[in-house]
């Protein structure tokens, strides 16, 4: 099985964007049964899970994404997607999901920037 994500891109803070992960060769029913995460990995720094969904739709988030992110599933596609709103430049980063117990191989991850919304400079003489 391959874990395929992809919806990456550049945004500005405040903005959003959808991922969408799709497990690649796996059967319905090995993918249905399976616990499925979200997992960050920002510049410098250690992957962190961010999101959890369980095989009866229960989720759980960490607090730095909690209220902005929503992760769901759609067993049918294969398919696991992470909703993310208000994005901030510090969610920048690389994002995998991932099978819970680690049965799966990580994918390549789609790449996440968020870019300030600047502040404006004035100059006068």
């Known amino acids: 099985v391959q874990l395929v994500e992809s919806g990456g891109g550049l945004v500005q803070a405040g903005g959003s964007l959808r991922l969408s992960c799709r497990a690649s060769?796996?059967?319905?029913?090995?993918?249905?049964?399976?616990?499925m995460d979200w997992y960050r990995q920002a510049p410098g720094k250690q992957r962190e899970l961010i999101a959890f969904?369980?095989?009866?739709?229960?989720?759980n988030y960490a607090d730095s994404v909690k209220g902005r992110f929503t992760i769901s599933r759609v067993n049918a596609k294969r398919s696991v997607y992470l909703d993310m709103n208000n994005l901030k430049p510090e969610d920048t980063g690389v994002y995998y999901c991932?099978?819970?117990?680690?049965?799966?191989?990580w994918g390549q991850g789609t790449q996440v920037t968020v870019w300030g919304q600047g502040t404006q400079v004035t100059v006068s003489s």
């Open positions: 991932y099978r819970h117990d680690g049965r799966w191989s």
């Open positions: 060769g796996s059967i319905l029913s090995d993918f249905s049964g399976s616990d």
């Open positions: 969904i369980g095989t009866n739709g229960n989720t």
